[in-house]
């Protein structure tokens, strides 16, 4: 009874909640970390488009290339940790060299938080004997399927 009427006194003793606004409730800022006309910045564009879309806010792409995607990702980093300056990282550039090096200038388990996947790029890296084989039967698959469809035909044949 006691601990009840403890927990009672304390609720009725608490702060009101300050309301909090709608997120977002104005422009986001998307930073691509390396120069305009590649591939990051191409997904930033068309992401930002279908955040637009979707969230009614206006979503403007900065490209802030140099240093492997660290300036950008700086960036962000010192901006205010309330969601309308977005990283469009990729783990080539910053979880890759984050694990590889001791002194990688941003941490990533307390500087940034992972919000989501949003594009997947796919890379294959061959001895050249088996290169050139392949290359030659990718180009007698046939122009219908996927060429990583047919990639992956071709080495589950092997």
Not at 2 to 16: G, H, M, N, Q
Not at 81 to 108: C, E, F, H, K, R
């Amino acid at each position: 009874m006691l601990r009840c009427l403890a927990v009672l006194l304390l609720a009725a003793l608490a702060p009101p909640a300050i309301a909090q606004e709608n997120y977002p409730s104005r422009q986001i800022t998307l930073i691509a970390p390396f120069a305009a006309g590649g591939s990051t910045d191409l997904v930033a564009r068309v992401i930002s488009e279908g955040l637009r879309a979707k969230l009614g806010q206006p979503v403007i792409v900065e490209n802030k290339p140099g240093g492997t995607g660290v300036i950008g990702a700086r960036e962000v980093v010192k901006a205010d940790p309330d969601g309308y300056t977005l990283l469009l990282a990729n783990a080539g550039a910053t979880v890759i060299p984050a694990a590889m090096s001791n002194n990688y200038p941003i941490d990533l388990n307390n500087d940034l938080l992972p919000i989501g996947l949003v594009a997947e790029f796919v890379g294959v890296v061959m001895n050249e004997p088996i290169g050139v084989e392949l290359r030659a039967q990718l180009r007698l698959s046939g122009k219908d399927a996927c060429p990583i469809e047919r990639f992956c035909a071709l080495v589950r044949r092997r």
